[in-house]
């Protein structure tokens, strides 16, 4: 019994450590903006997670392509579709995209400043497990074994 709750701890634990965080640095790196909102730009809290996309600038991104999952490929081309389309999802006559440049959520109008991310959490759509926590878990095991 304690072998495979520590089994579970490691996998549960490793899944939760690995959230994917690199949307808002390509989200910035891609802008070339100084700053970008926290996860809450487009999910309902900052922990993120599948299903939680409920604001008007994360729908937006949805609808424009993005898939999710840590791909910045889709997020980037969404991210343009966007600029293209000139998409405002809050209503105030700036496009999303120009306001995520000014370090301003897309979802405020009026030119509210974003809540910019902290780093250390990560915006997640589906989790994942990285192989070398998996080795790490089964090494446990057989040491315990032992």
Known sequence: MIRVSAFVVVFAAAGAAVASSNYPAA???HLDATSVPSCTACHETNAGGSGTVVQAFGVAMLDAGLVGGGDTASLT????ALEADNVDSDGDGTGDV?????GQDPNVAGGVAATPVG????????PTVEPVALLGALALLLRRRR
């Open 27 to 29: 989200l910035r790196d």
């Open 77 to 80: 081309a969404a991210l343009d």
């Open 98 to 102: 120009d306001e995520l440049r000014a």
């Open 119 to 126: 780093y250390g959490f990560g915006c997640s759509t589906t």
